[in-house]
């Protein structure tokens, strides 16, 4: 299994006029490409979460979602940061 973690502000994210994908979807398929199983890149604006695999749908989700990290851990962001007390 190969895992990737990484942060880079989203904000910046430009569309090439060549085509309409992004940075984020070809550093995701780049990532898929390589053997990672799973990338999140986690927004904070807009406040969504998107899920890539190799093997399902692309999805983009709200922080509210119930998100498969790992097998048998699951993130609920909006729920992890409510339990610890910090607004978002």
Same mark, same amino acid.
């Given at each position: 299994?190969?895992? %990737? +973690?990484?942060? &880079?502000?989203? @904000? !910046?994210?430009?569309?090439?006029? $060549? $085509?309409?994908?992004?940075?984020?979807? !070809?550093? *995701? &398929?780049?990532?898929?490409? /390589?053997?990672?199983?799973?990338?999140?890149?986690?927004?904070?604006?807009?406040?969504?979460?998107? =899920? +890539?695999?190799? *093997? +399902?749908?692309? =999805?983009? &989700? $709200?922080?509210? +979602?119930?998100?498969?990290?790992?097998? @048998? %851990? %699951? =993130?609920? =962001?909006?729920?992890?940061?409510?339990? !610890?007390?910090?607004? /978002?």
């Amino acid at each position: 299994m190969k895992y %990737v +973690a990484s942060t &880079q502000n989203l @904000n !910046e994210t430009h569309v090439h006029s $060549n $085509n309409n994908r992004t940075p984020k979807y !070809e550093k *995701t &398929q780049r990532l898929l490409d /390589f053997g990672v199983e799973r990338v999140i890149w986690i927004t904070t604006q807009p406040k969504k979460i998107f =899920l +890539a695999t190799q *093997t +399902a749908p692309w =999805l983009t &989700q $709200n922080w509210d +979602a119930d998100v498969p990290v790992l097998d @048998n %851990v %699951v =993130l609920n =962001l909006a729920g992890l940061l409510t339990e !610890e007390g910090i607004e /978002f």
